[in-house]
Each structure stands twice: as C-alpha cells, then as structure tokens.
C-alpha cells in the first residue's frame, strides 16, 4: 500500500489519508486505532470495498484499483477474511458453514451444494486443526462465540488464502477465547506462511498475539514497529485521550 487516500464521497473527508503498509509472509500484524480512525476502511480498500481516490494498493499480482469485476471476485477468493460477527448461516451445520469456502474455486457441483468429497475431507481436517471437529454435524447456531469464530477462521482457511484479514475478530468474546482466536490466527500466519492483518481495540492483546503493530489514527499511520520494539508508553499517540473523553 503506498500513499493511500480513501474517501467515500467527493466532499467527504478523507477516511485514510497518506497510508503506507507492507504485509509479508509469516507474520500476523495488529492494527490498532479507535472508533473512526480507519481500520476496517483500511481492511476494505484490500478487496476493492472501500473506493481508492489515490495511491495504490497492490495484492500479489493484483493492482487493486484498476481491476474488473471478474478480477475482483478473483482476488475476494484468494482473501480469507473473518468478522466480528462471525457470518455463518445458523440453520446450516458447521461442516457445510466450512465447505461454503470452497465454492469459488471447485466449479459447478459445489455451486450446487453438492460438494466434492476431498472438499469434505478437507473441511473435516480445518475443524480438526481448529479444535472443533466433534461439531461437524451440528448446526452453527448452537455453537458458542468462541467456537463459530473458530468455524469461520476453518472457513476462511478453506479458501487457500493468500492473505487472511481479521476485522476486529475478538470484539463480542470473553478475554480467554480472545486469547484462543489470536493465538490461532497467529500460529495459522506462521504455520501456512501467509500474511495475517487483524485490526483490534484493545492494546494488551496486541502486544501478546502481533508480530508487528501499526497505529491508526484520524486516518493516518502514527505508529508503527516490531511488537518486541514497542511498549504501551510509545503506542500512546494511536489514542486520542482527550478526545474520548469528551465523548464520555
């Protein structure tokens, strides 16, 4: 990413302004920054969702803004991504939530619903990896937090990524699954050799599950470093104290 400016109308403000950001290989990077400060517009200039008025992004072979649409869907297939929200479909089980990663890549059976046994096979080995394999048949529904955010991370890995983006994907669990969730996206990044940015709110767990940390704020990068390079004193600036109280 290289000087990028974002804005979502011709007279808005910009949302991101001056952005530069590398991703690499291997390592999970934590994007911190408050309400406002840009980390999920960040996340969507990724994949095409967010509208680039300058700068450039570039993913792989893909230069972002200039793509078709057929090239979007192309890189989206390739972006495993994981939500706040989980994004299942509660009435399916959590095997079929798995093999719906599949359906961009293995052609007209699976867009039919009738997937592939390797694709099974597959799914079944990402819940095993996971820790949630015995929930295979059940539906996602009846799962709790911390395991349907496990489901979807399965979901995401279905896709072959080449990157993974994790949009503030502990927000709604208690403190010991949010531990769990980083833990994973962590060792997935190290394991499988491909790039984790995951934005995040709360600097405690971005010190503990991060590789690297960049700080947003009003749009603009303040702060960025090795975690090991970084103490809570010097990532204090991403946070505009006097701000948030006034808003309290």
Same mark, same amino acid.
């Given at each position: 990413i290289r000087e990028l400016r974002v804005r979502?109308?011709?007279l808005d403000a910009f949302v991101l302004d001056? =952005?530069?950001l590398d991703l690499f290989r291997g390592e999970t990077v934590a994007l911190l920054g408050s309400?406002?400060?840009?980390?999920?517009?960040?996340m969507k200039a990724l994949t095409g969702f967010a509208p680039i008025h300058s700068g450039? =992004?570039?993913a792989g072979d893909f230069d972002v803004a200039k793509l078709q649409r057929g090239q979007l869907r192309r890189l989206r297939s390739q972006t495993g991504q994981v939500f706040q929200q989980f994004n299942l479909v509660g009435r399916l089980s959590v095997l079929t939530n798995v093999l719906t990663g599949s359906l961009y890549g293995a052609g007209a059976p699976n867009m039919l619903g009738t997937f592939r046994s390797a694709d099974r096979k597959r799914a079944l080995e990402l819940l095993d990896r996971v820790g949630i394999a015995h929930k295979a048949n059940e539906p996602a529904r009846s799962l709790s937090g911390g395991q349907q955010q496990r489901v979807a991370i399965a979901r995401?890995?279905?896709q072959n990524p080449? =990157?993974?983006?994790a949009d503030e994907p502990v927000a709604s669990l208690d403190p010991k699954m949010s531990r769990t969730v980083l833990e994973l996206l962590q060792q997935i990044a190290r394991e499988d050799q491909i790039p984790v940015l995951v934005s995040l709110h709360v600097l405690p767990?971005?010190?503990?599950?991060?590789?690297?940390? =960049?700080?947003l704020r009003h749009g603009e990068i303040v702060v960025s470093g090795h975690t090991a390079d970084l103490t809570a004193e010097l990532l204090a600036p991403v946070y505009d104290i006097?701000?948030?109280?006034?808003d309290e």
């Open positions: 979502y109308a011709p001056g =952005v530069d309400s406002g400060s840009g980390k999920s517009t960040l450039s =992004v570039r995401a890995l279905m080449r =990157v993974i983006l767990l971005a010190l503990a599950h991060s590789d690297r940390i =960049v700080g006097d701000e948030e109280e006034e």
